[in-house]
C-alpha cells in the first residue's frame, strides 16, 4: 500500500493481548496464526457445550467494543436456542467513528484472530453463517481478509464439518460503500440486505430479529478479536486484567495535540492522565491542554480538570461521558472549540440519514449556526438557540444517531461557553491567530 | 461492455448470500471501480443481476458517499478534515491540494486525471492529517508529501 503508516503505537506499559502478534513475520498469515495458539480456542470451544462458550465469555467482563458497551456474553444468550429461521453472525468492520482506527490494524494484522473469534461466536449460537461488513474505504482488507478466510477454509477451520466436529460454518466478506450510520445495527442490518442504510425499530432485537429476518449477533472487530483469548486462558484470566465488570484490555486511539499518536493496548480502566502523559508523551510544543473526547466524537467532551478517571466504561460514565469507541482525542489550550464543535456538526449533518426530523434538521441547524458563529456571525441568542435544538434532538430520535450530535453539543455548549461569549464579543475568532498545526 | 473478470467477480459475489439483492452494494462499487462510474449501462446489469427493477438499485446508489453517477478523475483526492486531521493541519492540507490541483471540493480537472474531495473521518486518525487517493492510504500529509503524490501519479 502507498505511503501507509504502521499506526500502532508502542509503549512498554501495554498489556498486549489482541495485539501480541502485530509484529511477528507475515503476522496476516495462517503459518503464524497456527504457529502462535492460532486456532487452539476454536478446537477448545468446539469440545464445550455452546451454552459454556456463552457463560465464559459472558463471565469474562468481555463489553463490546464498538461504542456501547454492552455484556457480549448476555448479548449472545438472547438468541433463542431453537429458531425457524436461520441465525447469523454479523461482525461489524464500518469503523467510521471520528478518532477511531483500531479495528483497521486488527483486521490488517491478524485476520485469523478475528475470524476464529467468529466462527466460536457462531458455534456458540448455533449459527451457520457469517458476514465480515467492512467500511467500502478499507478496500486493501477486503483482500487480506478474503486470502486469510482462503487459507481457513483449506485448513479445515471454516466450512463444512470444522475439524471433524460436525459443526458448519461459513464466512464472507461484504463492503459498504461510505455511510456511518451504516455502523449502527439495524442500519447495517438494512444495508446487507441490499437496501438503504436506515435503521430499524427496536424491538425486535436483531438477537431475535435480524439479518433476513433471522436471529442475529452484531458484534465489533474487537469485540470478536478478544473471544479466542478468553476460551483459551479462561474469564477469569480475561476479567482480572481490566476492572471490576470490565473484563481485558482495550485498543485506544491516541490522536491530535500529543506527542506519540498511536493505537495502544492498555488495560481497562488505564488512567487517563497517564495516557496522555506516560503514553502520549504529552502535548507538542509544551502546550496545555483544553480538552479531551475520551471515545470517539459521539462522546461528551471532557475538560483539562476531568482527566482524572480511570478509562473503563462504568468510571467514564460515572463523570458524564462515554468510553465509546476508543478514539482519544487531545486538544491543547489553542484550540477553538467553536470551531470543534462546528466541525462535528458539520459531520452529523452530513452522515444523518434524514428518516427523523429532530435529527435531520437538528443537526444541519446546528451545523450552519455554530459555523456562522464561528466565522463571526454570531447572533446574541445564538448558544442558548443551539443548546435548545440539542436537546431537542436528544432522546427524540429513532437510532442513537442523533444522540451522538447532541451529547458533544450539549457538553461543549455548557463547558466552554466562555469562548462562545468572546466570539460574540469580538466579532471573530479570538484562536485565529494562536492556532498553528502541529504538522 | 463490462470485462470477463468483472462478470466473474460477479458470479462470485452473488453466490454469497441467501438473497441476491443484498451484492447490489458490491457489485456497484467493484463496476464503478472498472468503468470509473455507475453508468447506465452498469445499473442495468446489477439489476439483472439480483432480480430487482433499475429504479431499485438507483435508490440505493443516492444512499452511499462513495457510489458516483458521474465519473471523477483517474485519481480521486479523498482529504480527511474531521477532527483528528482538523487538529493536525488538515484544512491547511485541503487548501494546499485545491491550490495545487487547482479545483475545489468535488471538482475534477479538465484532463479528467485529478478529482479533490473533503471527506470524514477515514480511520487514519493516528497518522493524521491523511487522504485517500482512489483506495491508498497517505499519512502524516505535509504540502511536500503531497507535491510528491501529484508528481509521483503525473508519471503513470
Ligand atoms: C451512528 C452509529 C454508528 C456506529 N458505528 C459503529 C461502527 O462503525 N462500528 C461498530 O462496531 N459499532 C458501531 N456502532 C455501534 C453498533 O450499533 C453496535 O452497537 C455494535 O456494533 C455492537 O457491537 P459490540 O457489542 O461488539 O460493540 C454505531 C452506532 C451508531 C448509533
Ligand atoms: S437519528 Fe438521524 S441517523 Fe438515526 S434514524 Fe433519525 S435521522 Fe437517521
Ligand atoms: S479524523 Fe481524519 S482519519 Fe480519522
Request: aromatic share 8%; with cysteine.
Amino acid at each position: 500500500m502507498a505511503g501507509y503508516n504502521n499506526p500502532m503505537g508502542n509503549s512498554p506499559l501495554e498489556v498486549k493481548v489482541i495485539s501480541k502478534r502485530f509484529g511477528l513475520p507475515d503476522s496476516m498469515s495462517l503459518k503464524t496464526y497456527v504457529q502462535n495458539e492460532g486456532y487452539e480456542a476454536l478446537k477448545k470451544a468446539l469440545s464445550m457445550k455452546p451454552d459454556d462458550v456463552i457463560n465464559i465469555v459472558k463471565n469474562s467482563g468481555l463489553r463490546g467494543r464498538g461504542g456501547a458497551g454492552f455484556n457480549t456474553g448476555m448479548k449472545w444468550s438472547f438468541v433463542p436456542k431453537q429458531s425457524p429461521k436461520p441465525k447469523y453472525v454479523v461482525c461489524n468492520a464500518d469503523e467510521s467513528e471520528p478518532g477511531t482506527c483500531k479495528d483497521r490494524p486488527l483486521m490488517e494484522y491478524d485476520p485469523h484472530q478475528l475470524i476464529e473469534g467468529i466462527i466460536i461466536a457462531g458455534y456458540a449460537i448455533q449459527s451457520n453463517q457469517g458476514f465480515i461488513y467492512v467500511r467500502g474505504e478499507y478496500r486493501y482488507l477486503l483482500d487480506i481478509i478474503d486470502r486469510a478466510l482462503a487459507e481457513a477454509q483449506s485448513g479445515g477451520y471454516l466450512g463444512k464439518n470444522i475439524l471433524g466436529s460436525g459443526f458448519d460454518f461459513a464466512l464472507c466478506t461484504h463492503t459498504g460503500a461510505g455511510a456511518y450510520e451504516c455502523g449502527e445495527e439495524t442500519a447495517l442490518l438494512n444495508s446487507l440486505e441490499g437496501l438503504r442504510g436506515y435503521p430499524r425499530i427496536k424491538p425486535p432485537f436483531p438477537a431475535v430479529v435480524g439479518l433476513y429476518g433471522g436471529p442475529t449477533v452484531i458484534n465489533n472487530v474487537e469485540t470478536l478479536s478478544n473471544v479466542p483469548h478468553i476460551i483459551l486462558k479462561g474469564a477469569e484470566w480475561y476479567a482480572q486484567l481490566g476492572s471490576p465488570k470490565n473484563g481485558g484490555t482495550r485498543l485506544f486511539c491516541l490522536s491530535g495535540h500529543i506527542n506519540r499518536p498511536g493505537v495502544y493496548e492498555l488495560p481497562m480502566g488505564f488512567p487517563l492522565r497517564r495516557m496522555l502523559e506516560e503514553i502520549g508523551g504529552g502535548i507538542p510544543g509544551g502546550k496545555k491542554l483544553k480538552a479531551v473526547i475520551p471515545g470517539g466524537s459521539s462522546c461528551p467532551v471532557l475538560t483539562a480538570s476531568e482527566i482524572d478517571v480511570n478509562m473503563d466504561y462504568d468510571s467514564v460514565a460515572k463523570i458524564g461521558s462515554m468510553l465509546g469507541s476508543g478514539g482519544v482525542v487531545v486538544m491543547d489550550e489553542d484550540t477553538c472549540m467553536v470551531n470543534l464543535m462546528g466541525r462535528i456538526m458539520h459531520f452529523y449533518a452530513h452522515e444523518s440519514c434524514g428518516w427523523c426530523i429532530p435529527c435531520r434538521e437538528g443537526t444541519s441547524w446546528l451545523n450552519h449556526m455554530i459555523e456562522r458563529f464561528h466565522g463571526g456571525g454570531a447572533l446574541p441568542d445564538d448558544a442558548d438557540t443551539a443548546l435548545d435544538v440539542s436537546y431537542n434532538i436528544l432522546g427524540k430520535t429513532l437510532c442513537p444517531l442523533g444522540d451522538a450530535a447532541a451529547m458533544p453539543a450539549i457538553s461543549i455548549l455548557k463547558k466552554f461557553r466562555g469562548e462562545f461569549d468572546e466570539h460574540l464579543k469580538l466579532g471573530h475568532c479570538p484562536f485565529e491567530k494562536k492556532a498553528v498545526s502541529v504538522a | 461492455m463490462l470485462s470477463e473478470a468483472l462478470h466473474k467477480k460477479f458470479d462470485q459475489l452473488v453466490s454469497r448470500y441467501p438473497l441476491k439483492r443484498s451484492a447490489i452494494v458490491p457489485l456497484l462499487l467493484y463496476a464503478q471501480d472498472e468503468v470509473g462510474c455507475v453508468s447506465e449501462e452498469v445499473i442495468a446489469e446489477v439489476a439483472r443481476r439480483v432480480d430487482v427493477r433499475p429504479i431499485e438499485v438507483i435508490e440505493v446508489i443516492g444512499y452511499y458517499s462513495m457510489l458516483h453517477r458521474q465519473p471523477l478523475g483517474k485519481y480521486n483526492f479523498q482529504v480527511c478534515t474531521n477532527i483528528s486531521c482538523m487538529l493536525r493541519g488538515a484544512d491547511d492540507i485541503f487548501d494546499y491540494c485545491k491550490t495545487k490541483l487547482g479545483i475545489k471540493h468535488k471538482q475534477t480537472t479538465p484532463d479528467g486525471r485529478f478529482s479533490l474531495e473533503e471527506v470524514e473521518c477515514l480511520g487514519a486518525c493516528t497518522g493524521a492529517p491523511a487522504m485517500q487517493v482512489n483506495y491508498d492510504f497517505y499519512e502524516n500529509l505535509t504540502p511536500a508529501k503531497i507535491d510528491a503524490v501529484i508528481d509521483d501519479l503525473k508519471k503513470k
